[in-house]
């Protein structure tokens, strides 16, 4: 046996699903605003970085611009044949 929904019942859940399917790709519209807006903050990050020589150690406050740099130190790296020679 056989049961037939109602037109009006299947009215409803197809507004529904149009309802959802809006959601949907307005969601995934917003998503890919996000990304495109984080891309370009990653790009004026990069060109921050370039115009003023920093390198992965630097770092800036993007609130003052206050650039910070790590200071490099100048130590020898001594291996375990040179420290030897050195105690003899």
């Known amino acids: 046996m056989e049961e037939k929904i109602s037109k009006e019942d299947v009215a409803i859940?197809?507004?529904?699903?149009?309802?959802?399917?809006?959601?949907?790709?307005?969601?995934?519209?917003?998503?890919?605003?996000m990304k495109t807006a984080e891309l370009e903050y990653r790009n004026q990050i990069l060109r921050v970085y370039i115009k003023y020589g920093m390198s992965l150690e630097d770092q800036f406050d993007s609130?003052?611009?206050?650039?910070?740099?790590?200071?490099?130190?100048?130590?020898?790296?001594?291996?375990?044949?040179?420290t030897a020679t050195k105690e003899s």
């Open 13 to 33: 859940v197809q507004a529904y699903l149009a309802k959802s399917e809006t959601a949907v790709a307005q969601a995934r519209a917003v998503v890919a605003e």
């Open 63 to 82: 609130t003052t611009g206050v650039i910070t740099k790590k200071v490099k130190e100048d130590v020898k790296e001594t291996t375990v044949e040179e």
